[in-house]
């Protein structure tokens, strides 16, 4: 069954770490993409990549970096991790043609 | 640049009867517009997403029907039930840039009493 999965499913890092969020989806989706949620926010692109090796920034890429070596593969990487990116991480994919997105599970990150 | 506007915050109504959950939008080009819901610790799930004709979708009970004429996209079930209890968020495609992405509304959260 097509899928995206994201890891690790949770995480607690501290102020000023490197913290890297993995996704990998079996669609054959052209389209990846990061949203983070909170509330009172909703969900807001970070970054998004329509093919292997780039990368686009979306409506709030500071402070992260994204990186997608091959069609399945997208990951999101907080090089030095601050409070303010406590959030949930969701990573979508979507094919060209019809724009609907297959969520992963979500990543809960927690920054102390 | 684009944008979506939802009923904010939290909506409660007692289990049977009709809801409607407000999407107004605002796009340079004609986009696509969708519902996901997303339940307690789960994913959010694509529900409805607007055609390019005039069809008015369906599922689970509920529609939406897009209104060029006042950018709007509203949810709408004539019966809720307990499990409809979520978070709901409207979005658009911006199908001018080719990118295929989605601006999602803030969210409503959903809850029904019995």
């Known amino acids: 069954e097509a899928a995206v999965t994201q890891s690790p499913r949770s995480k607690v890092a501290v102020t000023g770490g490197k913290v890297t969020l993995s996704c990998h989806q079996t669609?054959?989706?052209?389209?990846m993409y990061w949203y983070r949620q909170d509330t009172g926010h909703g969900l807001r692109l970070i970054h998004y990549?329509?093919?292997?090796?780039?990368?686009e920034k979306g409506d709030i890429p500071d402070g992260y970096k994204a990186s997608r070596p091959s069609q399945e593969n997208f990951s999101l990487i907080l090089e030095l991790a601050s409070l303010s990116q406590t959030a949930v991480y969701f990573c979508?994919?979507?094919?060209?043609?019809?724009?609907?997105?297959?969520f992963g599970s979500g990543t809960r990150l927690l920054v102390i | 640049g684009d944008s979506v506007t939802q009923t904010e915050g939290l909506v409660t109504l007692t289990e049977g009867l009709p809801v409607m959950l407000n999407c107004t939008y605002q796009?340079?080009?004609?986009?696509?517009l969708f519902w996901y819901v997303q339940h307690l610790n789960e994913a959010p799930k694509l529900l409805l997403k607007?055609?390019?004709?005039?069809k008015r979708p369906e599922h689970q009970g509920f529609h939406a029907t897009l209104h060029k004429s006042s950018s709007s996209f509203h949810l709408q079930k004539s019966s809720a039930q307990l499990s409809d209890s979520a978070l709901y968020y409207c979005?658009?495609?911006?199908?001018?840039?080719?990118?295929?992405?989605?601006?999602f509304g803030k969210g409503t959260k959903f809850s029904l009493i019995p």
């Open positions: 796009s340079t080009y004609s986009p696509f």
């Open positions: 669609n054959n989706h052209d389209y």
């Open positions: 979508a994919s979507s094919d060209e043609a019809n724009s609907d997105y297959t």
């Open positions: 990549s329509y093919v292997a090796d780039s990368t």
């Open positions: 607007s055609f390019t004709d005039n």
């Open positions: 979005a658009l495609s911006d199908r001018g840039t080719g990118s295929n992405r989605l601006t």
